[in-house]
């Protein structure tokens, strides 16, 4: 997740003319291909293989078992037409867009702006206490971050969330058989938080103070002041932050397996792990690789409809 | 909550030589039971991992310890778990030296040289950022068993070490571009080697960049969950996130002091790294201001 805050910022380092002392001849190929030769052979062999081969798996019917592993057929678009009508595919499709629009669009989105306003508050005292605080969910592993929620949505009476809801008189409730969903989504938002506050942080650094005092003095209230002048100004990052949240909580894999494995009954079978199961526990691997290939067009799609957004007003 | 809150707004109220209207105090009181809120929904997870680690009776709940490191010494003394923190230092390790030496070398090239097709080898690897990883991790799987690197430590490693190499070669790009060529030159000049000056000149003046990259790599490789999980099925190379998955799902009796003290020393590794990077950091940046 962290590495893809680089990206962007890298970005306009590529655009600026090549530095001077730069020299163009024929006698600098062997030693470019010496230094860059291995990473671009291993990037092509362990990255942009497996995304053509995908493409390829995902119109034959090849099985990691059986009589179809050793002598797979190309069925040109059976795959697909199978997927887009299989309830189960179509139920997990909507799961992850439930799961995306609740944890990443709205829950990560609106508290990472929340803490990142608020932190920018000159009058707030102890900003390294919270903000370290913040990040604590971010930096620890995937499988530390799944146990202890675990122990948060616990079934008994004693498991932190049902001492919170009990104080307000509920009953126990076994969050992650009941509502599971509900349980992925607000471990997804706890866990992306503080990679939304981080780039807002840095987006509203880039407004101007003036700007801000100025409407205060013309009588404009705290919430007009961020409506109206504060969030058009950073409406580029936000949606860049969009692309970049989206493109990781489709990602997400090991979080919600750790804590469902897709269940119960398939409720939280995301997409991420309805290619898992398909592919490697039921060993389809041409549905699997269908499926893979469905969810990266509808990633791409949300990506050109965030950058044509982000564009609109700047 | 408004109670825990109020008395840490109130100080600050006070000293104030200007007095603040009372639509700012009650503006200010609110901010801070937001941010108090926010700390303690990112904080109260870790209760249970933290106070179960060092108690000789754990459960599955949050309750008062009873203090001890006795899951710590069965965690190095159990018969399978030394291995599994073992296996993940040897991947995160090998993994991030072969991404950094790949990152040192094609960084350097993309800085100092212009060929044909850089600018398109520049953005095809950041496209690649944009890949979510379970959708391409079948056709992975499918080519390391041809490969006959399923299974296998260094076929992970590998695995790994390319999977962070875009962000390795952009970062370690832009650390070289900030180095003066005029630099290299003058040791040209003095009769050193390409290589010898890069060693020389580039290598001891690069370090925050490569230290930055270090650690997006380790972490990166530390904490990966899905490419294990699929890719290795012999239990003596399975790392510590597969470790702890199994200990999690698959036995009938869940540990669970042990599976907290295994928590908190998978956690350990990267918090370390992460404060004396940072230290390091900080302090290089420092000290090339002061020269400067």
Redo the contacts between chains.
């Keep these: 997740m962290t590495s893809l805050v680089d990206a962007p910022a890298s970005v306009q380092t590529a655009i600026r003319p090549p530095a001077p002392g730069r020299r163009r001849s024929r006698r600098t190929w062997p030693i470019v291909a010496l230094l860059l030769g291995p990473s671009a052979v291993l990037i092509t062999v362990f990255i942009v293989l497996p995304a053509v081969y995908g493409v390829w798996l995902s119109l034959t019917n090849t099985q990691l078992t059986g009589f179809a592993a050793r002598n797979p057929q190309f069925i040109g678009l059976d795959n697909y037409t199978y997927l887009l009508a299989s309830a189960d595919f179509l139920a997990s499709l909507g799961q992850t867009g439930t799961f995306l629009f609740w944890s990443a669009i709205i829950g990560q989105t609106v508290l990472g702006m929340v803490a990142a306003v608020l932190l920018s508050r000159t009058w707030v005292r102890g900003k390294g206490f919270f903000g370290a605080a913040l990040l604590m969910p971010m930096v620890v592993p995937e499988v530390v971050a799944s146990l202890t929620w675990a122990s948060v949505l616990a079934t008994s009476p004693e498991g932190t969330l049902n001492r919170l809801t009990g104080l307000f008189g509920a009953d126990s409730t076994a969050w992650l058989q009941d509502f599971p969903m509900l349980a992925i989504i607000l471990v997804n938002i706890w866990r992306g938080l503080a990679f939304a506050m981080i780039m807002f942080q840095a987006a509203l650094e880039d407004v101007p103070a003036e700007l801000i005092e100025a409407s205060r003095v013309d009588g404009a209230s705290a919430v007009q002041v961020f409506r109206y002048v504060t969030l058009p100004l950073i409406r580029g990052p936000v949606f860049l932050y969009l692309l970049l949240t989206t493109i990781s909580t489709v990602g997400v894999f090991g979080l919600v397996y750790f804590l469902t494995r897709g269940g119960p009954g398939g409720q939280t079978t995301i997409a991420a792990i309805y290619i898992y199961e398909r592919a490697l526990q039921f060993s389809q691997i041409g549905i699997g690789s269908a499926a893979s290939i469905i969810l990266l067009v509808i990633v791409l799609v949300l990506g050109v409809v965030y950058v044509r957004l982000a564009k609109v007003q700047v | 909550m408004t109670a825990i809150s109020n008395p840490?707004a109130a100080p600050?109220v006070a000293t104030r030589k200007r007095p603040l209207r009372p639509v700012d105090v009650v503006?200010?009181a609110i901010?801070?039971v937001?941010?108090v809120l926010?700390?303690l929904?990112?904080?109260?997870?870790?209760?249970?991992?933290v106070l179960?680690a060092v108690d000789a009776d754990a459960g599955?709940?949050?309750?008062f310890p009873e203090f001890s490191f006795v899951n710590f010494t069965r965690f190095f003394s159990d018969p399978g778990t030394p291995l599994l923190l073992v296996n993940s230092l040897v991947i995160a390790i090998s993994s991030t030296a072969l991404n950094l030496a790949?990152?040192i070398?094609?960084g350097?090239?993309?800085?100092?040289?212009?060929?044909r097709g850089r600018?398109f080898?520049?953005?095809a690897?950041?496209l690649?950022?944009?890949?979510?990883?379970?959708?391409?991790?079948?056709?992975?799987?499918?080519?390391m068993v041809n490969l006959q690197l399923a299974n296998t430590l260094h076929g992970l490693i590998?695995?790994q070490?390319?999977?962070?190499?875009?962000?390795t070669?952009?970062?370690m790009?832009?650390t070289v571009?900030a180095v003066p060529?005029?630099l290299e030159?003058a040791a040209w000049t003095d009769g050193s080697t390409?290589l010898g000056a890069i060693r020389r000149i580039v290598l001891p003046v690069i370090g925050p960049g490569l230290g930055a990259a270090a650690m997006?790599q380790f972490?990166?490789s530390?904490?990966d969950?899905?490419t294990p999980?699929?890719l290795l099925q012999n239990q003596d190379l399975y790392p510590?996130?597969i470790g702890?998955?199994r200990a999690?799902?698959e036995r009938n009796i869940v540990d669970w002091g042990l599976?907290?003290a295994s928590?908190i020393v998978?956690?350990l590794p990267?918090?370390i790294l992460?404060l004396f990077v940072r230290k390091h950091l900080l302090k290089s940046s420092l000290g090339g201001a002061l020269k400067g």
């Design positions: 840490s600050v503006q200010r901010g801070y937001l941010l926010l700390v929904f990112c904080l109260v997870p870790f209760a249970w991992v179960s599955a709940i949050v309750k790949l990152g070398a094609g350097y090239a993309l800085s100092r040289f212009a060929f600018r080898f520049m953005f690897i950041l690649i950022r944009v890949v979510p990883a379970p959708a391409t991790i079948v056709a992975l799987y499918l080519i590998l695995v070490a390319v999977s962070g190499l875009p962000v070669l952009w970062l790009k832009g571009d060529v005029e030159e390409r997006l972490m990166g530390w904490g969950f899905l999980l699929v510590l996130a702890l998955f999690f799902t599976l907290a928590g998978y956690v990267p918090a992460y």
